[in-house]
Nanobody, 113 residues
Framework: QVQFVESGGGSVEAGNSLRLSCVGS????????LTWVRQVPGKGREAVAF???????SYADSVKGRFTISRDNAKSTLYLQMNNLKPEDTGVYYC???????RGQGTQVTVSS
């Protein structure tokens, strides 16, 4: 079945960086449209970045210019480089196929001011 394992979260001060990783399995990784989604307590899920199998990329306005999504198809791994982090970036980050409900355990990102 489709599985994702996210890692790389942590607690940092505002202005710092984190790099999230996500290993996918159970599907054809290199052609899949993939997304990073964050969940904030009391709020809904927000898709922050997409990357299509073609390499086309899209970002939410809230992270544009600060986050970079990338993929290594040979390793079935999706990445999210997060720079200049802000307190409002705090949440649990998940990866998923675009359109799917996130299935992994997620990785917690906490940004303090």
């Amino acid at each position: 079945q489709v599985q994702f394992v996210e890692s790389g979260g942590g607690s940092v001060e505002a202005g710092n960086s984190l790099r999230l990783s996500c290993v996918g399995s159970g599907f054809t990784f290199n052609t899949a449209a993939l997304t990073w989604v964050r969940q904030v307590p009391g709020k809904g899920r927000e898709a922050v970045a997409f990357i299509f199998g073609s390499g086309t990329i899209s970002y939410a306005d809230s992270v544009k210019g600060r986050f970079t999504i990338s993929r290594d198809n040979a390793k079935s791994t999706l990445y999210l480089q997060m720079n200049n982090l802000k307190p409002e970036d705090t949440g649990v980050y998940y990866c998923a196929r675009r359109g799917d409900i996130p299935r992994g355990q997620g990785t917690q990102v906490t940004v303090s001011s």
